[in-house]
Structures are given as structure tokens and as C-alpha cells.
């Protein structure tokens, strides 16, 4: 019996993560888009439903192949800035490759009401800290416009 790539909307508490999907190649790969808001929960919910996608227990060692945010509305990266805000060196999963690309909000018509600056920065300074636990060097146009 051949794998099959797997397609999966998120939706564990109240339907706030529905802006959350996983994809599992027929490798095992997991690839992410969208983050998902995470208004309820305590912990981050999206390293327990990769596990269970995977079959792997609780607290198993796994890596998201990629990770794509679409846009900077919270209910697309919410979740994932709480995933990266409890990153530490002991965390057991890895992120390989993120991507993104947000408006510059320095030179920018758009409204910004629609954009949360603070929010923004909540995922800038999670991000950093992931990045910092991996030796990831941080810099961009995007950490530009929210200093």
C-alpha cells in the first residue's frame, strides 16, 4: 500500500485555529501554513496534533520540514508565536525552513488597524528566540519595519 499526501485543517478548541493546515507528504514530511490564532489554549496546541498525525507519543522528537505564514492577521500566526515563545534548548521539535513575507508597515497605504503592530512584535520577539536557541542570525526588511 503506496503513502498518500495528507491534507489537515486544525481545529481543537472553539474552531479559533481553523486558519491552521498540515500537510503530511507520503515521506513523513510535515509542512505548515498558517499558524492559527490560539485564543484559549495554555500551551501550544500545533506540536501535539503534528505528533498524533505522525503516531508519535507525547513529548517524541519531530521536525516541521517548512513553515508558511500567508499574512500578519494573528489568526494566522497566533499559534505558532506561542509555539515559538516556549522555545527552549530542550524543546523536542525543530522548524527547517520559515516563510514569509509581510508588508513593509513603514512605506505602506494599507490600513493598519488591520495589522496589529504589538502582535507583530510578539511574533518577531518569539521568532528571535527560536532563532537564538538555534543560531539562527535574524535580520530583514520585516525586523526593519516593526523597530
Do not use: W
Amino acid at each position: 500500500m503506496s503513502k498518500k499526501t495528507e491534507i489537515y485543517q486544525l481545529c481543537p478548541h472553539n474552531c479559533y485555529l481553523m486558519h491552521s493546515y498540515l500537510i503530511k507528504t507520503p515521506n513523513d514530511k510535515i509542512v505548515v501554513i498558517d499558524g492559527g490564532h490560539n485564543y484559549y489554549m495554555q500551551k501550544a496546541y500545533l506540536p501535539h496534533a503534528i505528533r498524533a498525525i505522525l503516531g508519535l507519543n507525547d513529548g517524541d522528537y519531530f521536525e516541521i520540514e517548512a513553515l508558511f505564514l500567508s499574512h500578519g492577521h494573528i489568526d494566522h500566526y497566533g499559534e505558532f508565536t506561542m509555539m515559538m515563545k516556549e522555545y527552549d534548548q530542550n524543546s523536542n521539535y525543530k522548524i527547517n525552513n520559515f516563510y514569509f513575507d509581510f508588508p513593509d508597515f513603514a512605506n505602506s497605504n494599507f490600513d493598519k488597524s488591520d495589522y496589529s503592530l504589538e502582535n507583530l512584535a510578539l511574533l518577531r520577539n518569539a521568532f528571535e528566540t527560536y532563532a537564538k536557541v538555534n543560531g539562527i542570525k535574524v535580520d530583514g526588511d520585516y525586523y526593519d519595519a516593526l523597530n
